[in-house]
């Protein structure tokens, strides 16, 4: 897949960890796109230029969180004109977002995010339902699955090894946003720090190209974490953790929303 990963600028594409996006129609596939995740990925992609499929089991779901995206982008793009006094509405380059059943998102995109909830039964049931749409593709896995600490059941297997076994057929999946919360994805504000978020993946390529996606989002930067074996130790950075802090620092009063699937 030619993502446009040649150096430099010269058809005007936007630089990022080495890949240019260019102008073609790269379609960013969200499986599914109506989380708090998705969501807020969508919402950097389209401002970098990228167009999203926001997917869903449910179609009309899928519509109506691509349309209150496409309505916020365009008011950022009218309060941006307004702010410099002209009378343009295309300052930037924006994606746009479709919203689509989950099925013809995985057909259709070239990169997919996967970032669903439900049961270890309910995600491998979507994933072998999606599979003759998903072979070759990379899949960024953006999923946690809250066993992992559980070495008595599970070894050194992950929530991206199970993803990748369940989906039954050869995909190039590799890892972002893992150990990251929604609200910092939502809000912004990093107050001057980099956020970095480790890019685990099999594909020299679906790497690079993963760090060129995770750093369109402002502020944000992948590293490159090795191959899929090692997202078993990426996973224990993320639930467990901020599981603890919940209870730590959160006095009953905020919940970071994780929790464990079993
Ligand atoms: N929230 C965070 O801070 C955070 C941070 C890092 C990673 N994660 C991980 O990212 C994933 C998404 O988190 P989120 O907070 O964005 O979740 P979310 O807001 O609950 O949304 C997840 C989406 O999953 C789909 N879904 C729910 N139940 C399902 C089922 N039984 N089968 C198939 N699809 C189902 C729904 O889409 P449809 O109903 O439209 O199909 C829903 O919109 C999770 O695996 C989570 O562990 C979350």
Not at 153 to 171: I, P, R, Y
Not at 194 to 222: H, N, Q, R, W, Y
């Amino acid at each position: 897949m030619d993502l446009g990963s040649s150096r430099g600028h010269g058809d005007g594409g936007r630089c990022r960890g080495g890949v240019v996006w260019t102008s073609k129609q790269i379609e960013v596939g969200m499986l599914p796109g109506t989380g708090r995740m998705a969501k807020a990925l969508a919402k950097h992609f389209c401002r970098a230029g990228l167009h999203v499929l926001v997917g869903s089991r449910d179609p009309s779901k899928a519509e109506v969180v691509a349309t209150s995206l496409n309505h916020h982008l365009h008011e950022d793009v009218s309060g941006s004109a307004t702010f410099l006094g002209s009378s343009s509405t295309s300052l930037m380059p924006m994606g746009t977002a479709v919203g689509l059943p989950n099925r013809d998102v995985a057909s259709r995109a070239q990169i997919i995010v996967w970032s669903p909830r439900g049961t270890l039964e309910e995600r491998a049931s979507l994933l072998k339902e999606l599979a003759p749409h998903l072979h070759g593709k990379i899949i960024v896995d953006v999923s946690n699955i809250g066993y992992c600490i559980d070495e008595a059941e599970w070894g050194q297997s992950s929530s991206t090894l199970f993803n990748q076994a369940a989906l039954g057929v050869d995909a190039r999946w590799t890892t972002a946003f893992k150990a990251t919360f929604a609200h910092v994805l939502e809000n912004g504000g990093h107050e001057g720090r980099v956020e970095s978020t480790i890019v685990c993946g099999d594909d020299a390529d679906a790497v690079k190209t993963t760090i060129a996606l995770v750093e369109t989002v402002p502020g944000f930067v992948g590293i490159h974490g090795g191959g899929l074996k090692n997202t078993k130790i990426l996973e224990l950075l993320g639930p467990p953790w901020l599981i603890e802090l919940d209870k730590l620092n959160a006095h009953g009063s905020h919940s970071s929303g994780w929790h464990y699937v079993t």
